[in-house]
Each structure stands twice: as C-alpha cells, then as structure tokens.
C-alpha cells in the first residue's frame, strides 16, 4: 500500500492509501498538491538508497517524502 511521509517540525505523518480506491486516491493526489504548492519538496524513493525529486503525483510510488523548505539565516 503506497505510503506519503510528511516530515515536520514535530517529526512525521504517514499517510497510507489505497491506490484502486478512487477516493482515497483523490485525497493523496490532493495532499501532494497542498503540500508542494507551499513548499515542501517531494521525492520517491527509487532504489535502495536512491531517491528522486518529483514535481507531478505518482500513483504507483510505493513511498512519497515530503520535507519543507530549508530556511537559511
């Protein structure tokens, strides 16, 4: 079951979904829209130790890592 990991001052949220539930599947391309459009960088993982900055929703990505933006000063 794909998984979106939003990582936060807190720590992190998981937010699993089932991609062949169109609801469920709606919420997460939302979530993604909502957390890159203020600034979080989203990145798949694409093998072991390997991941890869996303600008689009991906479905079929297995593990999605939001992190916010640096802020340097």
């Not at 949220?13 to 169109?22: G, I, K, P, V």
């Not at 599947?25 to 890159?36: I, S, V």
């Not at 991941?51 to 992190?67: G, M, Q, W, Y």
Request: overall charge negative; hydrophobic content about 35%; cysteine-free.
């Amino acid at each position: 079951m794909p998984i979106q990991l939003v990582m936060d001052r807190n720590g992190d949220s998981r937010y699993s979904f089932n991609s062949d539930d169109a609801e469920e599947l709606a919420q997460a391309e939302r979530r993604f829209y909502e957390l890159t459009g203020v600034g979080f960088t989203a990145a798949v993982r694409t093998g072991p130790g390997q991941v890869s900055k996303v600008r689009s929703f991906d479905p079929s990505a297995e593990e999605t890592l939001f992190f916010p933006r640096l802020v340097g000063g």
